[in-house]
Structures are given as C-alpha cells and as structure tokens.
C-alpha cells in the first residue's frame, strides 16, 4: 500500500513531518504527549543517529488482508545488508489509510 511506501521512504530521508502525516494519531503520540514532542523526538533521534532507519532500504510492500477499517502490510527491508521482512498494520481513519505502529509493535 502506497503510505507504508511512503512512511519508509520519509523515514529513510528523515522527513519526521512526513512521517508523522502518515500515522494514525495514537501511534504519533506513543512517547509524546503532543504532536510537536512527537516530532522534535523524531528529529533528536535522527540528529544522534539513532532513530533505526539509518542504513535502511525498503524493497518491496505487499498487502497482506484488508478487513474492513484494517489492513495488513508486508513489508521486505535491507539494513546494512541483513534482509528482513515485517508486517505493519493500517489503520483508516477519515477515509485516508495511515500506519498503526501501535497495533504493529
């Protein structure tokens, strides 16, 4: 699905505004209490090198099911040469597919 392409690929660049357009609002506040806490970690993180995503190329995003509201993406990774693949949840919310990492994690 096209947001989990877009979220990896705002994560790679370290684009947090992008980011966090593209997940569901409990996921944006998962350690923050507001949208700007939220985002000035997400910036800290990449600043210090340590927000996950560095050496990260994301390869290919498959959908998995969609069950009405919810769907489920599998999604093929590369971090520094080690090959993985994980599955991540979306969530609709007002007609727009965002990513749940809350229910993902």
């Known amino acids: 699905m096209d ?4 979220f990896f690929t705002a994560a790679v660049l370290g684009d947090c ?9 409990g996921s944006l506040l998962l350690e923050s209490d507001t949208v700007e806490e939220g985002l000035a970690e997400c910036e800290d993180s990449f600043a210090e090198g340590s927000s996950g995503f560095e050496g990260m ?8 099911s969609v069950d009405g509201d919810v769907a489920v993406v599998s999604v093929d990774f590369d971090i520094d040469g080690q ?8 969530q609709r919310v007002d007609g727009e597919w965002k990513m ?3 229910a993902s994690a």
């Open 17 to 25: 505004p992008g980011m966090a357009d593209l997940l569901t609002e």
């Open 100 to 102: 749940d990492l809350e």
């Open 3 to 6: 947001v989990a392409e877009a």
């Open 83 to 90: 090959a993985s693949t994980e599955q991540f949840q979306l």
């Open 57 to 64: 190329t994301v390869g290919r995003v498959s959908l998995v």
